[in-house]
């Protein structure tokens, strides 16, 4: 069983910054892709970041430029840096990883852009 724990959520003001942390634990030999997604007030939930074990990266065209995703694989855990912040990226961030091609889900970080 695979376990995501969320962390580094919070309140900051429009141009701030944030670093969002997902550690995995649990019975995990490789993680096929880990990335992070949101889902604001009224709106689907979409993808913000993903990458794979071979590093392709995906971004939504609304945070590309501001946002990068990193990991640290001896650890299990994998990051959102956020630069940059807009009101409009207040959304509860969940991250996510496919563990032997079954996906698994944190259970979301709120993240609030306010001035």
């Known amino acids: 069983q695979v376990q995501l724990v969320e962390s580094g959520g919070g309140l900051v003001q429009p141009g701030g910054s944030l670093r969002l942390s997902c550690a995995a634990s649990g019975s995990i030999f490789s993680i096929n892709a880990r990335g992070w997604y949101r889902q604001a007030p009224g709106k689907q939930r979409e993808l913000v970041a993903r990458?794979?074990?071979?590093?392709?990266?995906k971004f939504a065209d609304s945070v590309k430029g501001r946002f990068t995703i990193s990991r640290d694989n001896a650890k299990k855990t994998w990051y959102l840096q956020m630069n940059s912040l807009k009101p409009e990226d207040t959304a509860v961030y969940y991250c996510?990883?496919?563990?032997?091609?079954?996906?698994?889900w944190g259970q979301g970080t709120q993240v609030t852009v306010s001035s």
């Open positions: 996510y990883a496919e563990v032997a091609y079954v996906g698994y």
């Open positions: 990458v794979t074990s071979g590093n392709s990266a």
